[in-house]
């Protein structure tokens, strides 16, 4: 298989089942290798084994934040990231 050919791998990491599993279905639909993860410490040993392309990172997550775990990858790499969150509360992300 080409290299342009081959699929390329998202790393999903959200706190939220539903959306989590939307984000999944969708992206297989649109012929992504998906990952998954609702923690953000499972998430940065993902990357080391799973070597994502891309990784979409909610920001409001208890536990390790998005701002950690993008601050420890930012660390390491230079691995794409698109931040988001989904949480229609009033926290504030620590940017």
Request: proline letters at 6%; glycine letters at 6%.
């Amino acid at each position: 298989m080409d290299e342009k050919d081959k699929k390329k791998t998202v790393l999903v990491v959200d706190d939220q089942p539903r959306v989590l599993k939307f984000i999944e279905i969708d992206l297989k639909l649109r012929g992504f290798n998906v990952v998954t993860t609702s923690s953000g410490e499972e998430a940065l040993e993902l990357v080391n084994v799973k070597n994502p392309d891309i990784v979409l990172l909610d920001m409001i997550m208890p536990g390790m934040d998005g701002c950690e775990v993008l601050k420890k990858l930012r660390a390491s790499g230079n691995l794409p990231v698109i931040a988001f969150s989904a949480s229609p509360g009033d926290q504030e992300p620590r940017f």
